[in-house]
């Protein structure tokens, strides 16, 4: 318009400049006014053709070069909006599509003919992602061209030719011409793959949050960027404690300095480490935790980030070490059993033969004296043997129903003068019955074991206290009673105000020997003894100590229901006079067997003896004679007592058994003899009971 303005003004110019010089040139020549017009008209027309030509041709030039500027920019920006990799469109302010490039065609699925001219909202932008509609006047395009305010929007969806939803990221960018808004440029992109991302990685999100085990990501410096959920479960640190931080906030010490150098080595350089870590918890405590830790790569396969997965396996280590314990405990046994068996055959030699001598010499002589203290000593053997027979679970045991509490109240002033009177002594039996079953001497060598203990724990003084109560086992106990079966128990609890006891030594005080006293202050029995006592009852013991913290032991015995132990009848005592019978004494030991056989002859016995249980059963089958009782060692070799006596017992259906062993496993005693028939004695045995038993058992036929 302003270009037309200015070609009337150009043309205009001339014209009147022209008619002027014209008028000026007439008024110097004095023509006549006919021919002044016919003149003016003329030269006007002949003067200022060139010029109005010349101009129009200069203007018509211009045009055309504009237009094939604008074709030359239209076929530039033609090409510009196909090679944009987004989609874009022009929208009127009726909602029309205007234009549409090649990308925006591909996305929605339809061609050039069916976009441009049509309502863009109705077309495909319709309906929400949740499938409910969505009204035009509520839409961000609209409300761009309405306020002009350029928008971005990254939660809707667009819908496609073939009926499908793509969700879609846009910007919506007024166009304002002469300061009116004219229309809105829509671009878009399809977001299908980062919403599948985002989901991939929310649902990865989730898993780390719902994990059982740790998960820690850190930079290349080992700064700790996330933790999960877990980790804070595990180690009692919340997120913001650690955030910023190294994981070396976790280093409990038990790891060396090299073991964490080829840890940062292996994952320096590309690989992955998995091992074992002893990590600790907020309180101080450890966490054992099985980890593997590696590095965390870009698309380029740089490493940008560590990331470490660990599970806690405490509760696993825990078991894994009270198994190792338990075997190690068992193997001990074993060995520690067959020590005692052994040498309880040749104790009862020595305390045998020692007493046929002390028979035969004058009392109070030196000869006298000197044998008593051979007798002393065999007691003082006899002891440590019985002690490693406990550990070892392998004596006889005679357990009745009893009431702990009641056990504690009669023994405490014996405690009381054991500890000394720098100890301060305190027990908690609480009101209600503590019943248990066992031996009654075993659970008193309990008691006096632990107090001595604690005594030694407390040189300078302290306080030792005792008690009982009711408990329940459920399987939320500690770790260390995890092995346990549910049930009710009695807790006898011993706990003194000590020295206290490191881990390393705590695995080792209920091996037998094991001391940490000095030369001739203590056996190392003592704790293997209670030990023992406890397994064999089928209780549980826990230790909780600490150096400088003191110890306290943790004894839980099945609960046993409260019955009334019926009272035996009063058999008159044994006669001092000679029996005759027949006595097959069976016993591999030669030195036991010629024992038995010289005292039961001095009492007027017939005596049948051997060393092996085929001859006695061969001598048993050919004997014409009645025999009265078998007298046997349990652990023959070959067929054992037990066999030995049911063998001879069908052919002689009448015949009594005493049975000897310097070791036996009570349940297997318990189930192999027979009341009224059977009798069984634990070596060494002195030779007085042995007569004892074996005339009692003839008598009570």
């Not at 406990?390 to 405490?412: C, G, M, Y």
């Not at 301060?424 to 503590?434: L, M």
């Amino acid at each position: 318009m302003k270009r037309n303005l200015a070609l009337f003004l150009k043309i205009l110019f001339i014209v009147s400049a022209t008619e002027l010089l014209i008028m000026a040139a007439f008024s110097f020549f004095r023509i006549t006014p006919i021919l002044s017009a016919f003149l003016d008209t003329m030269l006007l027309a002949t003067i200022s053709a060139p010029f109005i030509y010349l101009l129009i041709r200069a203007e018509l030039e211009y045009c055309r070069m504009k237009d094939e500027a604008l074709e030359n920019t239209g076929k530039k920006n033609s090409v510009l909006l196909g090679a944009i990799g987004e989609g874009l469109y022009g929208m009127d302010m009726s909602g029309n599509v205007m234009f549409a490039n090649k990308a925006a065609e591909a996305i929605l699925g339809y061609p050039e003919n069916e976009l441009i001219g049509k309502h863009s909202h109705e077309l495909f932008h319709h309906t929400r992602p949740d499938g409910s509609v969505y009204p035009a006047h509520e839409c961000n395009i609209y409300a761009t061209s309405r306020d002009g305010k350029p928008r971005r929007i990254s939660d809707e969806v667009f819908w496609k030719k073939d009926g499908s939803s793509i969700p879609v990221e846009y910007s919506a960018t007024p166009v304002i011409e002469a300061g009116a808004i004219t229309g809105v440029l829509i671009a878009f992109n399809d977001i299908t793959e980062r919403k599948r991302a985002e989901d991939e990685q929310a649902k990865l999100a989730e898993v780390l949050k719902q994990s059982y085990d740790s998960v820690i990501i850190t930079d290349m410096e080992g700064i700790i960027l996330y933790v999960n959920p877990a980790f804070e479960k595990h180690t009692g640190f919340a997120a913001q404690e650690v955030l910023g931080k190294k994981p070396s906030v976790c280093k409990s010490g038990l790891q060396d300095a090299n073991y964490y150098k080829r840890l940062w080595d292996t994952i320096k350089a590309g690989g992955i480490w998995s091992g074992r870590l002893s990590n600790k918890r907020k309180d101080g405590s450890i966490i054992e935790m099985d980890a593997i830790i590696f590095p965390i790569k870009n698309a380029y396969v740089q490493m940008t980030n560590y990331a470490a997965v660990q599970r806690d396996v405490s509760t696993e280590v825990a078991l894994e070490n009270q198994l190792r314990q338990s075997q190690k405990m068992e193997s001990i046994g074993l060995l520690a059993g067959g020590i005692a068996h052994d040498f309880n055959n040749i104790l009862m030699a020595i305390t045998g033969y020692s007493q046929f001598l002390s028979n035969k010499l004058a009392p109070g002589s030196q000869e006298a004296s000197d044998l008593e203290e051979i007798k002393k000593a065999a007691d003082r053997a006899v002891s440590l043997t019985r002690q490693l027979l406990i550990f070892s679970r392998k004596t006889a045991v005679t357990p009745k129903v009893l009431d702990l509490a009641e056990v504690i109240q009669n023994i405490q002033k014996m405690l009381k003068r054991l500890i000394g009177e720098n100890i301060e002594f305190q027990i908690d039996t609480g009101d209600s019955p503590k019943c248990i079953k066992a031996d009654p001497s075993h659970i008193e060598q309990v008691l006096l074991n632990l107090s001595v203990n604690a005594k030694d724990a407390m040189p300078h003084g302290g306080k030792l206290s005792i008690s009982v109560s009711n408990t329940v086992l459920d399987g939320k106990s500690p770790i260390e009673l995890t092995a346990a079966k549910p049930g009710e128990y009695v807790l006898l609890r011993v706990s003194d105000t000590g020295t206290g006891m490191s881990n390393e030594l705590i695995s080792k005080i209920f091996e037998p020997f094991f001391t940490t006293k000095g030369p001739g202050k203590g056996t190392g029995l003592g704790l293997s003894t209670v030990y023992g006592i406890v397994k064999q009852g089928g209780g549980y013991i826990t230790v909780d100590s600490a150096p400088g913290k003191g110890s306290t032991f943790n004894i839980y015995f099945p609960a046993a229901e409260l019955q009334l132990e019926r009272s035996e009848a009063v058999r008159p005592e044994v006669e001092d006079a000679k029996i005759k019978a027949t006595i097959l004494l069976v016993d591999d030991d030669n030195s036991v067997r010629s024992l038995a056989h010289r005292a039961l002859i001095e009492k007027g016995f017939v005596v049948l003896d051997f060393a092996t249980a085929e001859e006695a059963l061969a001598l048993s089958e050919s004997y014409k004679d009645k025999i009265d009782l078998l007298l046997a060692d349990v652990g023959l070799p070959g067929i054992s007592g037990f066999k030995l006596s049911k063998k001879i017992s069908e052919k002689r259906p009448g015949i009594k058994s005493v049975f000897m062993s310097g070791r036996i496993d009570p349940e297997i005693l318990k189930s192999e003899l027979i009341t009224g028939k059977t009798s069984f004695l634990q070596k060494p045995v002195t030779m007085d009971i042995l007569v004892e038993t074996v005339t009692k058992a003839i008598r009570a036929a």
